[in-house]
């Protein structure tokens, strides 16, 4: 949803010495986690509020994309759960909007509990989608926060503004003013007192959250950049990692996902592995980006663009397309990030990627392999399955092909396998087949999802 552009601090030095010193025990591993966001709600034009997806039907999202993704752990950060929705009364996140509410509880609060305790069931931890950054002028918050001095300042005195969201003006908060009297910790702590599964959840998501000098505080992007850090401990210290928008060399060992993951280079992805820092995706927008080591090195997906809008004609399109971001994305995604990455080796479009155990990516003719097994040629994949502890391989192709799959090793010798279609609505069995020579011979429908398992030996 957020179009917000990224505006570098210059702060990489500072990227080392967090890379070495602050490695931080995350409440999740997000290089094992599909991370996406689902949007809700945003304020209309007449002073209401659109909802896009309320409570209920958040959830019946959530159940289809967990049989979708094969159960794979997701967390989903709520857009637009506040006020009015979207962008709307920051720097205060104080109240539910109670359009998003179901009709057998009292409170808003309460369906948004609800909610979060439900999509556990569905391996999703559910949790908020905030800002820390933008201050409006009809938030509640407001008069304090100039009164306090919180808003940061141009160079004449006046009030720093940093955009126009739904028709009003968004300024920048001060990290260090907002940090030394003690209201960013105000802020969280009143946070866990509207949201007290926000604990159990252990993870939250600051959109555009950015340093930005304050000239009339005679204040470098530099300084607040350090009180960021300090915020980010201080919701560490009550057990919940903070994620970002935007990747920052600072934040490495502090921050440990990123919705965008641009700017980096071949140096970042072999020295700063997925658990420490990683990200959903490569904004295309951002046009310096080398986006081949999106697929060397593997990429998640956003989720927020493909969910059903509320005037979709038809409400089940969004499947198709889901299912060819994450089967070709995050299969390759999670497998490529449980190996130690090794090096880059060629130019360019020539690129190949090396990892632990055989494991290797080629760019030029997009192939992924381990030993002389291949697991990817072009748009046609095979991976393992590595959040399942049982025995299984996820396959798609984007046409229609007979493909001739090698069974792992691992796998024994069984006499067959079983041929399943993932649905929204669960695992479908097509076939049961005999195999030959260790080989299993499998008719493809061009952009349905299969998942194989063996039989009895």
């Not at 971001?325 to 995050?330: I, K, T, V, W």
Request: hydrophobic share 35%.
């Amino acid at each position: 949803m957020n179009k917000r552009k990224l505006k570098s601090t210059g702060l990489t030095f500072l990227s080392v010495f967090y890379s070495l010193f602050l490695h931080a025990q995350f409440r999740h591993d997000y290089s094992q986690t599909l991370v996406m966001k689902l949007f809700l709600s945003k304020p209309d034009e007449t002073g209401g509020s659109f909802v896009n997806c309320d409570f209920e039907k958040a959830l019946a999202i959530i159940q289809q994309v967990d049989e979708l993704t094969l159960q794979t752990p997701k967390i989903i950060y709520l857009v637009g759960w506040q006020y009015k929705g979207h962008d709307d009364q920051y720097p205060a996140f104080f109240e539910v909007n109670p359009l998003l509410k179901r009709k057998q509880d009292i409170t808003a609060s309460e369906s948004l509990q609800w909610l979060m305790i439900e999509a556990r069931k569905h391996h999703t931890t559910v949790s908020l989608h905030i800002n820390m950054t933008d201050a409006y002028d009809d938030s509640p918050s407001w008069e304090t926060y100039v009164k306090n001095d919180l808003i940061s300042k141009n160079r004449q005195g006046d009030l720093l503004i940093i955009g126009n969201y739904n028709n009003r003006k968004a300024y920048q908060v001060n990290y260090r003013n907002e940090w030394e009297k003690g209201y960013t910790q105000k802020r969280i702590d009143s946070l866990f007192v509207v949201v007290p599964q926000l604990k159990q959840a252990g993870t939250i998501h600051a959109d555009a959250w950015i340093a930005r000098e304050s000239p009339g505080h005679y204040e470098s992007a530099i300084e607040e950049a350090k009180y960021q850090v300090k915020a980010a401990r201080y919701w560490q210290q009550k057990g919940v990692d903070i994620t970002s928008e935007w990747v920052m060399d600072y934040m490495t060992g502090v921050v440990p996902f990123a919705w965008h993951f641009n700017n980096r280079g071949v140096s970042d992805y072999l020295s700063i592995s997925a658990n420490i820092y990683t990200g959903s995706g490569l904004n295309p927008d951002l046009k310096w980006t080398d986006f081949g080591l999106g697929f060397l090195f593997g990429t998640s997906m956003y989720g927020e663009d493909i969910f059903p809008k509320k005037d979709d004609a038809d409400q089940h399109a969004w499947v198709k397309l889901f299912n060819r971001e994450f089967y070709l994305n995050c299969l390759q995604y999670f497998y490529l990030n449980r190996y130690k990455r090794l090096s880059v080796q060629g130019e360019k479009n020539e690129r190949k990627a090396f990892f632990s155990d055989s494991v290797v990516v080629s760019l030029a003719d997009s192939s992924v392999y381990k030993g002389d097994t291949r697991l990817r040629n072009k748009n046609f994949v095979c991976f393992p399955v590595v959040w399942k502890e049982e025995k299984m391989l996820a396959v798609y192709a984007d046409a229609d092909t007979t493909a001739a799959i090698t069974i792992p090793l691992q796998w024994g010798s069984p006499a067959s396998c079983s041929i399943y279609e993932v649905t929204p609505q669960g695992k479908k069995l097509l076939a049961s087949k005999k195999l030959k020579k260790g080989q299993l011979l499998v008719q493809l429908k061009k952009e349905q999802p299969y998942i194989i398992e063996p039989g009895k030996n």
